[in-house]
Every structure is written in C-alpha cells, then in structure tokens.
C-alpha cells in the first residue's frame, strides 16, 4: 500500500532563517505532489504542484521555493522566513495516470516563525 | 476560478441528532468533488469521491450526494467520535480547491 512520510513533524525557527521540509512517498512511481499551507481555522491553500522529476508549479508568489529532486520526493524551502510563513503545511500525493485521482494528504508539519 | 463554499462553518449537534453539511461549488470541468475529515493537528483524512450528478456514498454513519452545483455530506445518528473538521475539495486540472471546512461537534 502506499503511504506518504513528512518531516519534521513540528518546527520553531527565528525570523530570517532557513527551511527546508521534506515528504516521501512509498508504494507508488510517478506521483503528482503537492504542497499546502493551512492557516488556522482555515482551508487549504495550494502552494505547488509537481507531475515529475524538476517539474514545479507554483500557485502563490511568496517567500517559498519548492524542488523535486527524485521521483517520490518532494521538498518545501525558504531561504529567509518570516513570520507569516508560520502554518501547517501539508504534502499530498495523487496517482498520475487515469482522471479519478484521489488525493492524498501526509501527516503535516508546524511551522513557528518566531 | 474555481469557488467551493461550506455551510455552516460551525454544527453543533446532540449524539444522535442527524444533520447534513453542504459544499457549494463552480467549477470549470469537475473532474471529481472530494470529502475530507480532519481532526486537530492532523492531515486531512479522505472520505469520499463523487464524480457525477445524482453519485452517492456511503461510508458508517457518513452519507454523500451530489448534484450539479452542491454536494452534501449527511451525517445519521451521530456520536461524539464524530466531531471533527469536515472538508469538502473540487478537482480540475491537476489542482485541488478547497472550501473553508465546517467545524463539527457532536456533543454525547
């Protein structure tokens, strides 16, 4: 079965540092992924989509850089935080092929920028 | 520009009081209407996928229904295992809109 790992679970990083979160999935080739950001109490805003290896859409200008170094991994950066960077970021992962994809969402991550 | 609205942003409910949630939606080429359950600090759990108008699913206690411009997600006899965020997607293209969630608590 497939199952999708994001890490660090939760973060507090200072104002001007740098991020870096990572998502792996297993049990699939050729996802597409994405990147969310949920502020609290609140919906999901898409951040970036990839359908392959270097292929990156991004969705919201912002602060945030996104890569995919390998097929099953995705990585969400910031070369200087700020504060409002601060949320829940979520990776998810959908099957390429065919039209009826259900999306699927890891664990998230917490993000503090202080 | 796809638009997903979630009505009511808050239900409280009685354990066994049944009530629906609505997921108001315009899309341009619905390629399927997802239901999520989200609990707090945790990733959105998915639920449901309709694709068609008149599609429906059912899941224990949860029930899904679509149409043309809404979907209602009906939730019968509730317990409080129940509360959690519940929140409602449109797939297009290769994106994922989501509405804003209803926030529900079924107190026992």
């Known amino acids: 079965s497939q199952t999708i790992h994001q890490w660090p679970a939760t973060l507090v990083q200072p104002v001007g540092s740098p991020l870096s979160l990572e998502c792996t999935v297993e049990?699939?080739?050729?996802?597409?992924l994405y990147w969310y950001r949920q502020a609290a109490g609140r919906g999901l805003q898409l951040l970036f989509y990839?359908?392959?290896?270097?292929?990156i859409s991004s969705e919201v200008p912002q602060n945030l850089s996104a890569s995919r170094p390998q097929d099953r991994q995705f990585i969400l950066s910031s070369k200087k935080l700020l504060l409002s960077d601060s949320g829940f970021y979520l990776c998810?992962?959908?099957?390429?092929?065919?039209?009826?994809?259900?999306?699927?969402f890891g664990e998230g991550s917490w993000l503090t920028v202080v | 520009e796809d638009q997903v609205t979630q009505s009511p942003e808050a239900l409280r409910l009685q354990e066994g009081e049944s009530s629906s949630l609505n997921c108001s939606y315009t899309?341009?080429?619905?390629?399927?209407l997802f239901w999520y359950r989200q609990d707090p600090g945790k990733g959105p759990e998915f639920l449901f996928t309709?694709?068609?108008a008149g599609e429906e699913k059912e899941k224990e206690r949860l029930k899904a229904t679509l149409t043309k411009k809404e979907s209602f997600l009906h939730i019968t006899a509730p317990k409080p295992e129940d509360s959690a965020t519940y929140l409602c997607?449109?797939?297009?293209?290769?994106?994922?809109?989501f509405g804003e969630g209803t926030q529900l608590t079924v107190n026992p």
């Open positions: 309709l694709y068609s």
């Open positions: 998810a992962w959908s099957a390429r092929t065919g039209s009826r994809n259900t999306i699927y």
């Open positions: 899309v341009s080429g619905l390629r399927g």
């Open positions: 990839s359908v392959g290896i270097g292929q």
């Open positions: 049990g699939t080739s050729n996802p597409n």
């Open positions: 997607a449109v797939h297009s293209g290769s994106r994922l809109t």
